[in-house]
Structures are given as structure tokens and as C-alpha cells.
């Protein structure tokens, strides 16, 4: 199964392929960072295509059709933190198999790909809506090792001290960093402690 994702963020398409890694079985990802890169640096079609909206230069929306004229058979799920009822309806009315957003848990997002790649016929009606996932009460999912290196990450610590207080290689916690930040949402680690301050993920 090949899914291509389209973000220009790459922290959080870092983070979102290693959940998805995690999650599903027999999967590739390919990642592009803009609709352009994407479409000359992807040699097999994909079966699945996540893309979000904020792009650089060509955006998601007006990109849709790009891509539906370039591999016709793979469903477009839209991907954005900007999920106001308008842009969900306009994303969809464009040929969209589905909106998630970007505040969804892992869970959910991981759901309604599975949902699309198993009933491609239905996908145009599929979509998750921000009522369904409040963020309010709906705090991001982290792995207990995510949570430890969030919490150091939250007292400024390196990832070199981060990797010899929990006896990892600093190779893995940067994974496991870009990992979090990804999940969160944010490209820094002081939005990290923000952000998780908010979702109550620490004191």
C-alpha cells in the first residue's frame, strides 16, 4: 500500500509518518513538500494521497485537481488545521474523499484512511468534522517513551542529555522528538511546551 503525503511542514509529516508506520501494516510513504514536488518526484502512483491545504506555492484546494488528473484512481484526503465548515464543504464539493484535521487524534486520521482505501466508491462522502474531535476534550495521543522525552524536552533539555537520561541513542530521540512535534502539531520546542501545557500533557 503506498500512501504519498503533501505537507511543507516536515517535522509533522515526520511525526505523522511514524504513526502511521506504527499503525499499519504493509505501507509505504512518500512525503513531498509541495504539490510540484510531488507530482515530478513520484515515479508510482500512489493508492492514497494525504494533502493538506497551506501549501507553498499551489495550494491543497487548488491543487485537487492536479492530482486527480494525475493518478485518477487514488482518493485525496485533505489534511488542515484550518477546518471551518466552509473550507471542510468546499474541499469535499471538490472532489475530496475526505477532511481530517490536523487537531484529530492519530486514531481518527488512521481510521478514515483505512475507511477510504477499504470503500473507495463511498470516499466522496467521508469526513471528519472539529465537533467530533474537540480539542478541548480530545488531547493528543503520545507512547509512554513519547511522553518521557516530552517531559525532559519540556525542561530545555538537549536531545544528547534527553538520550543519556533514558539510555537511547540521540539518534532515536530525535525521532521520537519530531515525533511529538509533529503529533502537536508546532515546528519549535517552546510551542511544544505550550501546546502541551494546553492539552494537559504536563503541570
Not at 509541495?34 to 491543497?60: F, H, W, Y
Not at 484512481?73 to 471542510?88: G, H, K, Q, R, Y
Amino acid at each position: 500500500m503506498r500512501l504519498l503525503l503533501i505537507d511543507d511542514h516536515a517535522l509533522f509529516r515526520s511525526g505523522l509518518r511514524l504513526v502511521l508506520m506504527q499503525d499499519m501494516v504493509d505501507i509505504e510513504i512518500a512525503e513531498a513538500a509541495s504539490l510540484e514536488q510531488a507530482v515530478r518526484g513520484t515515479a508510482e502512483p500512489p493508492d492514497l494521497v494525504l494533502l493538506d491545504i497551506q501549501l507553498q506555492g499551489v495550494n491543497g484546494l487548488e491543487g485537487l485537481r492536479l492530482l486527480q488528473q494525475r493518478w485518477p484512481a487514488a482518493p485525496v484526503v485533505m489534511l488542515s488545521s484550518n477546518a471551518a465548515p466552509d473550507t471542510v464543504a468546499l474541499a469535499l464539493a471538490r472532489g475530496a474523499a475526505a477532511f481530517v484535521s490536523k487537531s484529530d487524534t492519530p486514531q481518527q486520521i488512521i481510521q478514515v484512511i483505512q475507511q477510504i482505501l477499504t470503500a473507495p466508491t463511498q470516499r466522496t462522502i467521508r469526513s471528519v468534522k472539529p465537533q467530533q474531535a474537540p480539542m478541548e476534550t480530545s488531547a493528543p495521543r503520545l507512547t509512554p517513551r513519547q511522553c518521557e522525552v516530552l517531559d525532559l524536552l519540556c525542561e530545555g533539555l538537549s536531545n544528547k542529555v534527553i538520550a543519556r537520561r533514558l539510555a537511547l541513542s540521540e539518534f532515536t530521540v530525535r525521532g521520537h522528538v519530531q515525533a511529538v512535534l509533529g503529533l502537536l502539531g508546532v515546528t519549535s520546542r517552546s510551542k511544544a511546551t505550550f501546546a502541551a501545557r494546553q492539552n494537559g500533557l504536563i503541570g
